[in-house]
């Protein structure tokens, strides 16, 4: 790792000069306080509140978005600088900012030879060769720094072959196409974006004897059928036809040849061409109007209804074309790949406000900074959001009029656009101190998707830190509510402890918070304002990962008045000061008996006389899961008590301790071997279809129709046992830690 140190400022300036790493090491205030524990400060509060400015976000984002910022780019490079800058000034800066470097392996196309599609008939000759490149509608498509449309991580190659559709590309999608008695051996799959991951597409291809496919994003999954010229940006938030969703193809987060390593040239690295999670065949992103003059010109029997789309003719499954349409029927698609792996530098950044009475705990609050284009929604509104949350916390850190009870780290994370690789480097480099010291981990990402309500994911005992701070704040727009009652009209849930309340969701491994809650187990929380469902069906916001997710599309289309982007300034100071300066930490334990509870239920009712018949018992997760309840809410009774009377630091301490570690508790990094990173028995990815503990859930889907007694139900066996094991572990972090 190399690391610079940028800053010492604010109390203990001289110590803190010669810091060599940003978490700990701290230096020991002058005069330790002998006054009543510090506490969250509503005035302060108050005052932060008020200070987060529209328009000083707004200068942020023209800022950020205003050059192509690719991860390891010289613009990437120059808003490091400028966050290093901002961090350190004089008036609004934190107490130290510091860059961490990793050498990961990055995937680009080829500034020579460009990725190309093209129709050719079998002689070779090219019938049709389409863009490689996004229409420059508005100017910022055209610039030197605009990355070609690519499918990071796919394998460079050429092949050819006749189109089939095969829809998402999930691995049911191609068994129906084997149903309707279709030969995928030498064939190209055009599928569409959605339901299956990037490279999972590729994957499933490959498994059936596909050479190489095509991803588009249909109109009918993002612009609510509008596909015109017209009827899309500029004038509307519309995705225009040549528009192309770039991402990550591979299938792990972090660096792909260092897994579990934190990624310094010293390293020890896998051989690239034998590291797992690379697409196995050629893949390539087009626009939906290069798809339509495919897929419109399809023979083959027609493809089920719920596989049609909006392109503006119905959708048929190959193989080839038909004789009558734009190209012969002899013909075939011809796929070029020109992608090259590359090792490159790349840099987080980390701001620190010193604790005052607890430095040794830490508050983080992230995002990522590089986007593939411009990226003024994917990532740079979330930036320009914590870049306002820390110039006003700053500011008030300068004058001497705060400093938070708890450490708050600020991080702008690096190259997340290709599998979340500087957050994850950073947990693999700090883990036992991370995994030891931190209350929570706070992600904004794209902090606007549209201007309608809020929205949240996280785990369950950050929920009651949410919804205090969405109580207290106005919704942006005329009707004079307060965010959360907001929130509640779109999207809510009826509980069976409060009733009707927002819906809060959970965390898979789409944004920087994946290895902080699936790795690390740290309560973890996302943040965004977003659309009204009712009225969209998009499954995003249409120019996520392209050229035109601009300055230009937030201002006119998005957020015009950056009322929603404030709101989301609000909510995550807000939450951030509660977590940071609250005497007891606002995380409510019992609100994950609700989730245990709903878990049970499931499997009782869906996979119960299915286990029976194995001889396998719930009665042992029955009998955890009330343990559990019954901890959790003898731990709430002690928090209770403790408010009553003047408790002494230490028994609060120790409790704050049990609320921060829960999370760990559910920690088993031997639960999912065939998984990376994945080690938290309740949020693992579940590909079965019960609504229960994932690994329970998905080994009896794999278990289901094989012998009695086969290693599937075996398998079963110790899933059940391991989420046992984990409840049992966490009722007995939250008893009274005297109990043995």
Same mark, same amino acid.
């Given at each position: ?29 002058? +005069? ?65 900012? !510091? ?60 092949? =050819? ?17 084997? %149903? ?19 490279? *999972? !597409? ?29 009827? %899309? ?25 260092? #897994? ?6 010293? @390293? ?50 190959? #193989?080839? &074309? ?10 075939? $698609?011809?796929? +070029? ?9 790349? @840099?987080? $950044? ?43 916390? /700053? %500011?008030?850190? !300068? ?12 991080? +702008? ?10 957050? *994850? ?5 700090? &883990?036992? !101190?991370?995994? =030891? ?21 996280? *785990? ?6 949410? &919804? ?30 409060? /009733? ?51 300055? =230009? ?63 396998? @018992? ?26 009553? @009377? ?25 639960? &999912? ?7 938290? $028995? ?22 289901? /129709?094989?012998?009695?007694? +086969? ?30």
């Amino acid at each position: 790792m190399q690391w610079t140190t940028v800053a010492g400022v604010g109390v203990g300036a001289t110590a803190l000069l010669g810091v060599g790493i940003i978490l700990g090491h701290f230096a020991i205030p002058q +005069s330790p306080s002998t006054s009543a524990p510090q506490d969250l400060d509503l005035e302060v509060l108050e005052a932060v509140l008020g200070q987060l400015d529209a328009a000083r976000i707004r200068e942020n984002l023209r800022e950020l978005s205003r050059e192509p910022h690719l991860a390891s780019s010289p613009r990437d490079e120059a808003l490091v600088q400028l966050l290093l800058q901002q961090w350190s000034d004089q008036v609004s800066g934190l107490d130290s900012a !510091k860059t961490f470097e990793y050498e990961v392996l990055l995937s680009f196309p080829s500034p020579e030879q460009p990725n190309l599609v093209e129709v050719v008939r079998p002689g070779g000759d090219i019938l049709h060769s389409y863009r490689p490149m996004e229409e420059n509608v508005t100017g910022d498509q055209g610039g030197p720094d605009v990355i070609q449309p690519y499918a990071a991580y796919a394998p460079p190659g050429t092949v =050819e072959g006749l189109l089939i559709y095969a829809n998402h590309g999930t691995e049911e999608d191609f068994k129906e196409l084997q %149903t309707q008695g279709i030969d995928l051996r030498g064939t190209i799959a055009l599928t569409r974006y959605g339901v299956a991951g990037r490279g *999972t !597409k590729a994957v499933n291809a490959a498994k059936y004897g596909v050479v190489g496919v095509l991803v588009y994003t249909d109109p009918g999954d993002i612009n609510d059928g509008h596909s015109l010229p017209s009827e %899309t940006f500029p004038h509307s938030w519309g995705l225009p036809p040549s528009g192309v969703e770039r991402g990550s193809y591979h299938e792990y987060f972090g660096d792909p040849v260092t #897994p579990y390593l934190p990624a310094h040239p010293s @390293s020890f690295r896998l051989d690239s061409n034998n590291a797992s999670g690379f697409p196995p065949i050629p893949a390539q992103p087009i626009g939906f109007q290069d798809a339509r003059d495919l897929l419109c010109n399809l023979r083959g029997p027609l493809a089920p209804a719920s596989w049609q789309g909006a392109l503006g003719c119905g959708y048929n499954l190959g #193989p080839g &074309f038909q004789a009558a349409g734009d190209f012969t029927e002899d013909s075939k $698609v011809k796929v +070029s790949v020109y992608n090259r792996l590359e090792l490159r530098n790349s @840099s987080n $950044v980390l701001g620190l406000i010193r604790g005052s009475v607890e430095p040794d705990r830490y508050v983080l609050y992230g995002n990522h900074r590089d986007s593939w284009v411009h990226g003024a929604v994917d990532p740079s509104s979330g930036t320009a959001v914590l870049l306002e949350v820390s110039r006003v916390l /700053g %500011t008030l850190l !300068k004058k001497g009029a705060w400093r938070p009870r708890r450490s708050i780290v600020f991080a +702008s994370w690096g190259a997340e656009e290709f599998g979340l690789i500087g957050s *994850t480097e950073f947990t693999e480099e700090f &883990f036992s !101190k991370l995994h =030891e010291r931190t209350v929570a981990y706070i992600n904004v990402d794209i902090s606007v998707f549209a201007n309608s309500t809020l929205m949240a994911q996280g *785990t369950p005992p950050i929920q009651s830190v949410i &919804f205090s701070a969405a109580k207290e704040i106005t919704a942006p727009g005329p009707s004079g509510l307060s965010i959360y009652d907001n929130w509640i009209r779109y999207t809510n849930r009826s509980s069976p402890v409060y /009733g009707r309340i927002p819906s809060l969701g959970s965390l898979g491994a789409g944004s920087d918070y994946a290895p902080f809650i699936h790795f690390l187990g740290i309560s973890s929380m996302h943040i965004a304002y977003t659309y009204d469902r009712s009225k969209t069906s998009a499954r995003i916001y249409p120019t996520y990962h392209t050229a035109f997710d601009t300055f =230009e599309y937030v201002e006119k289309f998005v957020d015009p008045d950056f009322s929603s982007h404030q709101a989301v300034a609000r909510t995550t100071g807000s939450v951030l000061l509660r977590l940071s300066d609250s005497f007891l930490l606002p995380l409510n334990v019992s609100d994950y008996s609700e989730t245990l509870r709903s878990f049970l239920q499931a499997a009782q009712q869906d996979l119960g006389a299915l286990l029976a018949q194995h001889s396998i @018992s719930l009665e042992p997760l029955v009998t955890a899961v009330g343990k559990f309840e019954t901890a959790a809410a003898d731990l709430d009774q002690r928090i209770a008590d403790l408010q009553k @009377s003047s408790p002494d630091p230490l028994q609060v301490r120790i409790l704050n301790d049990q609320l921060m570690l829960l999370e760990r508790t559910f920690l088993n990094p031997r639960a &999912f071997p065939e998984e990376r990173y994945y080690s938290h $028995v309740l949020w693992a990815p579940r590909t079965g279809s019960t609504a229960t503990f994932p690994g329970l859930a998905n080994a009896c889907s794999r278990a289901n /129709g094989t012998a009695h007694g +086969s290693e599937a139900w075996a398998e079963v066996h110790r899933q059940l046992s391991i989420v046992v094991a984990a409840l049992e572990g966490a009722a007995a972090t939250l008893r009274p830690v005297a109990d043995l």
